[in-house]
């Protein structure tokens, strides 16, 4: 299905000359089960004594297959494989699912294939295995190269292990992506210089750096709230913001979002079909969709528990929960939301077309006339851009902004 003895230069040059085209879909593929829970995480993941890949394996293919015959056939341009820890699913199991979307769609000659790995679930064969599955694209959850900060976020890999990791998978992979989390209790800005230099000197094209954040229903929660977990202030985390975009400016990799960072042409296909509200199909445990049916957009849910989930699919074909099209409102509230996070801003036209009202009737005029005057903001006749200052303060930006 993708060949995975392409030379390294065709990946960056198909990337750089796709256009999306209406009708264009992107697929997300959920695999729900860790190793254990990080203390910070509220994704649905989950962890078993024992997975039962066939059972799971059978009723993402039996989903996939439901799915596209609710879509038809369409021009594939991207999969991910997330999770939850996507690299304790079986290869073979990775393989079946890519040949079956290759049955079902018209599959896009530079197909982006992404899967998400954590270096505790890494070694040579499987890693080996996913690349002949058709997977081109990995990205590895190492987020610290500290190893106290490792043991504090609850991760099950050294620091040690995370490098040999990403350097067995930047043999193997044209194209290596890699998360830290800063912003992290007692983190100052000199010491994330230089894990950040660190980890740059590793990098391949792409990075994911994410400032902490506590979620709702996390056990972090529960340890800020008893004041055993103390972030850094609101200036410190800026100036740690300031501090990331300039060390990986200076290795040539650029935000072209808020928390993701790219060399030119290397930019992650699949997540830019969210930010910029394209179509998505998602399968698997608790995966969300935005697809388009009948000439509505429709959001999707599934059932959040893997097993109840797999007993739906098993009995229905499919674990859907909901299939609601989304009003003109909502649909423009959330392009202004997921657009305003990239670099390149909101395309007017494609927001129009997509959402059916003007980025116009979506903002408060005043609001967007003081943010345009504070340097928030820029409006061009083409676009709207949040600024490198606007998307520090993005969240207050788009509260008081979008209707």
Not at 348 to 354: D, E, G, Q, T, V
């Amino acid at each position: 299905m993708v060949d995975p003895e392409q030379p390294e230069h065709a990946d960056t040059v198909a990337i750089k000359a796709v256009t999306d085209a209406p009708g264009d879909l992107a697929l997300y593929v959920h695999w729900p089960f860790c190793l254990s829970k990080c203390p910070y995480c509220d994704f649905n993941s989950h962890v078993r004594d024992r997975i039962d890949q066939g059972r799971f394996g059978a009723a993402l293919r039996r989903e996939l297959a439901t799915e596209a015959a609710r879509l038809g056939r369409r021009r594939l341009t991207s999969v991910f494989f997330g999770g939850g820890t996507p690299s304790l699913m079986e290869p073979s199991t990775v393989g079946a699912l890519l040949d079956d979307a290759s049955r079902w769609f018209d599959v896009a000659g530079d197909l982006e294939v992404t899967l998400e790995a954590n270096p505790t679930s890494i070694e040579a064969g499987r890693l080996a295995d996913y690349r002949a599955a058709g997977v081109n694209r990995v990205s590895i959850g190492i987020q610290s190269l500290d190893e106290t900060a490792l043991r504090t976020l609850g991760r099950q890999h050294s620091a040690t292990e995370a490098v040999a990791a990403l350097k067995l998978a930047r043999r193997l992979f044209h194209r290596v992506s890699f998360d830290l989390i800063y912003a992290r209790p007692r983190q100052d800005l000199a010491s994330w210089r230089t894990e950040l230099r660190d980890a740059l000197a590793l990098a391949d094209d792409h990075l994911s750096l994410y400032q902490l954040t506590i979620e709702p229903a996390t056990q972090f929660e529960v340890l800020h709230r008893q004041g055993k977990i103390v972030l850094p202030d609101e200036d410190t985390a800026a100036a740690l913001y300031d501090a990331t975009e300039e060390e990986c400016a200076r290795a040539g990799l650029l935000a072209y979002e808020i928390s993701n960072y790219a060399r030119p042409g290397q930019e992650s296909r699949h997540n830019l079909a969210y930010w910029r509200y394209l179509d998505y199909a998602g399968i698997g445990p608790g995966a969300h969709g935005r697809v388009t049916l009948d000439g509505s957009l429709r959001a999707t849910r599934r059932h959040r528990a893997p097993e109840p989930w797999a007993e739906r699919v098993e009995r229905d074909g499919d674990g859907l929960t909901s299939s609601e099209p989304l009003s003109p409102d909502i649909r423009a509230r959330e392009a202004l939301l997921m657009g305003l996070r990239l670099a390149e801003g909101v395309e007017l036209a494609r927001f129009a077309a997509r959402t059916g009202r003007t980025v116009a009737e979506s903002v408060d005029a005043d609001v967007l006339k003081q943010c345009v005057e504070a340097g928030y903001a820029v409006l061009t006749p083409e676009r709207l851009i949040a600024t490198r200052e606007g998307r520090l303060r993005l969240d207050s930006l788009l509260a008081a902004l979008v209707k």
